[in-house]
């Protein structure tokens, strides 16, 4: 079990959601917090409402710059863990150019922003644990969804490659791929979604994984083992299928 006391880590997408399940977790577990996202009012509630010690620090993903002066600024770190996401669902049939460049700016090119920020100190020092945000829909394509699970399989891929990069050394790469949690995002979606989860409760499983080790996690577990399980299906059955 990770001894979380006198660790410091970066949330960036701590504002709701998983990210506020989570920080609420690793602060009750002696963790100090740095809390991103673009909404400084939410962070500076959230901060004051934890029970360790927690600074906010508004970021905005799609800005390099505002990532790596927020990252000289806090000091020294220990971990990060990329959690800033945005969604709207839709696909070819109801196309929306503005939604789709916004959630591969955010999504996908957000995240490599970060990396860029905190992965050339983490190996320079050798130390250092980073954790990506996936989905299950990153697997493989699904219908209504192109903009946003392209966006985490992209995210996916960067996180195989930088675990790929890292194996060995001080730094740590892990990967989440969560399937459907109860948020804002999700909210927008006028379909039935099965094993959607309560973010407390995958906050739980985010929180153990990162203490086990090992690379990926996807879940919920049944649900995460449909997904990778299609990865190996021929295209014509996986599109009767799924499509």
């Known amino acids: 079990m990770m001894d979380w006391t006198g660790k410091r880590y970066w949330l960036v997408g701590a504002s709701d959601g998983l990210g506020e399940a989570l920080a609420r977790r690793l602060s009750a577990a002696g963790c100090a917090l740095v809390l991103s996202a673009r909404s400084g009012d939410k962070l500076r509630s959230l901060a004051r409402s934890l029970p360790g010690k927690a600074e906010a620090l508004p970021v905005d993903v799609t800005a390099p710059e505002s990532l790596q002066a927020a990252y ?3 000091g020294e770190i220990d971990g990060v863990v990329q959690l800033a996401g945005v969604y709207w669902p839709f696909g070819a049939k109801d196309w929306d150019a503005t939604q789709a460049t916004t959630m591969a700016e955010v999504n996908f090119v ?3 922003n970060l990396m860029g920020a905190v992965i050339p100190h983490f190996v320079q020092r050798d130390r250092g644990h980073i954790v990506l945000t996936g989905s299950l829909t990153g697997y493989r394509g699904l219908p209504r969804s192109a903009p946003y699970t392209a966006s985490k399989a992209g995210v996916m891929a960067l996180a195989e490659s930088l675990h790929a990069d890292t194996r060995g050394s001080g730094v740590r790469v892990q990967l989440l791929n969560p399937g ?3 948020t804002r995002l999700t909210d927008k979606n006028d379909f039935r979604m099965p094993f959607i989860m309560e973010p407390e409760k995958a906050a739980d499983i985010v929180l153990k994984h990162m203490e086990k080790g090992g690379f990926q996690r996807a879940f919920p ?3 995460g083992l449909l997904f ?7 295209d014509a059955l996986y599109y009767r299928l799924f499509a």
């Open 110 to 112: 957000g995240a490599m």
């Open 180 to 182: 459907f949690i109860r």
């Open 221 to 223: 577990h049944g649900f």
């Open 72 to 74: 000289r600024d806090m």
């Open 228 to 234: 990778r399980a299609a990865q190996f299906l021929p």
